[in-house]
């Protein structure tokens, strides 16, 4: 099943590549509602989400030549969108460098997140401030370093590991909240 979709998401490539705009339309009819999730996941409102996939895609667009066959298109693409997403952030100012002494890490209570459902989780993840949404989605979710982290963002390793811990403070609360 995975090598049916990989074939067919490279033959659309391939369409892409030698001048069929129409296999461009079914490439975004097929991955974007996936890579607008994860755009959602690194920006605050639809209004940004929906921006930021239109950029991304139009980064793809111009940079399918780049795609080399030998892995996931779809991943390829995804990596398109998360920094397409942190590059707006960046721009908007809203990466900010914070205290960059090491944070202990803290236990967030499993059972709390389990009465929640996931798309209650993730509207919680989407009020977080930019710096803390950001290192935890990469961190958390996409499973980055905070050494990764500190390269993709612009930050030092310290402060990716800050901002994770005040995303984890902030995220609890938050929870606690809404859990009542």
Same mark, same amino acid.
């Given at each position: ?21 129409? #296999? *461009?339309?079914? $490439? &975004?009819?097929? !991955? ?6 994860? =755009? ?15 950029? #991304? *895609?139009?980064? $793809? &667009?111009?940079? !399918? ?6 892995? =996931? ?108």
């Amino acid at each position: 099943m995975a090598a049916d979709k990989r074939d067919t998401e490279w033959k659309l490539v391939e369409q892409c590549l030698q001048g069929d705009h129409s #296999a *461009f339309e079914e $490439i &975004y009819k097929m !991955l974007s509602p996936k890579m607008y999730t994860v =755009s959602l996941r690194y920006t605050q409102s639809d209004f940004d989400a929906q921006d930021v996939l239109q950029d #991304a *895609f139009i980064r $793809i &667009y111009n940079n !399918l030549k780049q795609f080399k066959f030998n892995g =996931s298109f779809e991943g390829w693409c995804r990596r398109i969108v998360m920094n397409t997403a942190i590059e707006s952030l960046r721009k908007k100012g809203r990466m900010k460098e914070n205290s960059s002494e090491d944070m202990p890490e803290i236990a967030i209570e499993p059972k709390s997140f389990e009465r929640l459902k996931y798309e209650d989780l993730m509207k919680l993840i989407r009020t977080l401030p930019d710096g803390y949404r950001s290192v935890f989605n990469l961190y958390v979710i996409d499973g980055y370093s905070h050494k990764e982290i500190g390269e993709l963002l612009g930050v030092t390793e310290s402060t990716s590991k800050t901002q994770l811990f005040k995303a984890r403070l902030a995220l609890q609360k938050k929870v606690n909240a809404t859990l009542g």
